[in-house]
C-alpha cells in the first residue's frame, strides 16, 4: 500500500546528529569509513587511467572515449540485477565482494603499469571489472544505511556519506594528476589499490542486522514490484523524473562547456581547470551545510532546494554569453556543486523512508539505470546540438532542461512535506 502522504509523526523535525558525532554506532561508522576509502579509490584511478593512457599507450580522444565507455557500461548491464540481488542476500557481503572486485582490478593495473604490460584492452577490460564493483558498492549502500542508523539520523548518516563522496571528488583528480606527474602511473594505482583494500578491511568487519528471508520468486516479478512502486508512488515518481531530466540537462551543458569556455571566454585549461574545482569546493559546501539545513527547513523544502539551485546555477552560465567572464563560469559550477548534493542527501533519505526495506535494493538499483542512461543520451544531444548551432544554444536548452526538473519537483506532493513521512 502507499503510504499516506498526510501521516506523519506529531512532533517536529528531529535533531539531527552532527557528521561525525561519535553516537553513530560502530557499523555505520566502519560503512562511512569504507565509503571514503572506495570514493577516494574511484576518483584517483578514475582521473589516473586517461592520464596514463594519453602519456604511455599515445591514446587519442576516440581511445580515451571508448576507455570511458567501457567504464559506463556496469551501471547501465549490471545495476539491476545487483540491485535484486541486495534485496535477496546480504548487503554487507555484496559490498565487500564488490569492493573486492575493485581491488582486484586496480592491483592488475598496478602491475600491468609497472611491469609494461599495459594496453588499452587490458585497460579497458580492468576499467569495466573496476566499475562492476563501483555498481554493487553503489546499489548495497543505500539499502543498507536504514538497517544501521534510526530514521531520524538518515539525514544526517547520508550527509556524512555525501561529504565523504565531495572529498573524493574534489581532491581524487587533482591528486592523481600530481602523482602521474610526480612517479608515474604506477604510484596512483598503488594508492587507489591500497584504500581500497583498505575499504574491504573495513565492510569485512561490519555487522548487518539479520533480515527476514524473503519467499522464493521470479526476479522479472520482483523488479517489476519495484518499477510498479516507483512509478506509482506520488513521492518517487517525480523525485525519479526531477534526477532523469537533471541528467540530461547536466551532460548537455558537460558537452559545451569546455569548448565554450575555451573559445568563448577565452580561458585557458589552466582558469577551465579552476572554474571546474569550483564544482568539487560546492559539493564539499553543500555536504557539510546539509545537517543544518535539514534540521531548519521543512524536508520538502530541503529536497526542492537542489532544483531551484540548478535554475540559478544554470542562468548563471547563460548569463556569461552577455557578459563573458571565467568569474561568472566559475559561480556556476560552484553553485551547480552545492545545489544537486543537498538534493542526493534529501531524496535519498526520502527514497528510504517510503521504500519497503525488503525493496530498497531494486528500487536504488531503478534510480541508478534511469540516470546513468539519461547521460549518454544528454551528451548526445548536446553534441548534436552544437555540432549544428554552436555551444551558446546548448547552453539555452540546458537552461529549458534545468527549468523543466525544477517544475516537475515543484509541481509534486514533495514540495508540501513539513517533515519525513511515515516509513514504508
Request: hydrophobic letters at 55%; a positive charge; one cysteine or more.
Amino acid at each position: 500500500m502507499t503510504p499516506s502522504l498526510t501521516t506523519t509523526r506529531p512532533v517536529t523535525h528531529p535533531a539531527l546528529p552532527r557528521p561525525f558525532d561519535r553516537s553513530f554506532n560502530r557499523s555505520f561508522n566502519r560503512l562511512a569509513g569504507a565509503n571514503l576509502a572506495a570514493q577516494a579509490a574511484e576518483q584517483v584511478s578514475l582521473a589516473a587511467v586517461p592520464i596514463v593512457a594519453v602519456l604511455a599507450l599515445n591514446a587519442g580522444p576516440a581511445e580515451v572515449g571508448l576507455l570511458n565507455t567501457a567504464q559506463s557500461l556496469p551501471f547501465l548491464l549490471l545495476a539491476i540485477p545487483l540491485g535484486l540481488l541486495a534485496d535477496r542476500r546480504s548487503r554487507q557481503r555484496l559490498m565487500v565482494a564488490a569492493e573486492a572486485l575493485r581491488a582486484l582490478s586496480l592491483a592488475l593495473l598496478l602491475w600491468a603499469t609497472a611491469s609494461g604490460r599495459l594496453t588499452l584492452a587490458l585497460l579497458a577490460a580492468l576499467g569495466f571489472l573496476g566499475a562492476s564493483g563501483t555498481v554493487g558498492f553503489n546499489v548495497a549502500a543505500p539499502a543498507l544505511v536504514p538497517a544501521l542508523v534510526p530514521r531520524g539520523a538518515l539525514g544526517a548518516a547520508n550527509s556524512r556519506l555525501e561529504l565523504a563522496r565531495s572529498a573524493a571528488f574534489a581532491a581524487g583528480p587533482a591528486l592523481a594528476g600530481a602523482l602521474v606527474a610526480w612517479a608515474g602511473g604506477p604510484t596512483a594505482f598503488a594508492l587507489a589499490t591500497g584504500l581500497s583494500a583498505a575499504a574491504v578491511a573495513l565492510l569485512v568487519r561490519l555487522h548487518e542486522p539479520p533480515r527476514a528471508p524473503l519467499p522464493p520468486r521470479h526476479p522479472w516479478l520482483e523488479l517489476q514490484d519495484g518499477a510498479r512502486l516507483v512509478w506509482h508512488h506520488p513521492l518517487l515518481r517525480p523525485v525519479l523524473l526531477t534526477a532523469v531530466a537533471w541528467n540530461l540537462s547536466w551532460f548537455v551543458l558537460q558537452a559545451a562547456y569546455v569548448p565554450y569556455a575555451m573559445r568563448t571566454l577565452g580561458l585557458d585549461a589552466g582558469a577551465v581547470g579552476l572554474t571546474l574545482a569550483g564544482y568539487g569546493a560546492g559539493m564539499v559546501v553543500g555536504a557539510l551545510a546539509a545537517p543544518r539545513i535539514l534540521a531548519a527547513l521543512p524536508f520538502g523544502r530541503v529536497v526542492v532546494v537542489g532544483p531551484a539551485v540548478s535554475v540559478a546555477a544554470m542562468a548563471t552560465m547563460v548569463a556569461s554569453l552577455a557578459w563573458p567572464s571565467g568569474l561568472l563560469a566559475g559561480a556556476s559550477l560552484f553553485l551547480f556543486g552545492v545545489g544537486p548534493i543537498l538534493w542526493t542527501i534529501g531524496s535519498t533519505t526520502l527514497r528510504q523512508t517510503v521504500t519497503p526495506q525488503a525493496m530498497l535494493g531494486r528500487v536504488s538499483s531503478i534510480f541508478l539505470t534511469a540516470n546513468m542512461g539519461a547521460r549518454p543520451l544528454g551528451a548526445v544531444l548536446g553534441a548534436l546540438v552544437g555540432a549544428q548551432w554552436g555551444a551558446p544554444a546548448c547552453l539555452v536548452l540546458a537552461l529549458v532542461g534545468f527549468g523543466v526538473q525544477a517544475g516537475l519537483i515543484l509541481a509534486s506532493p514533495v514540495r508540501a512535506l513539513q517533515r519525513l513521512p511515515a516509513p514504508a
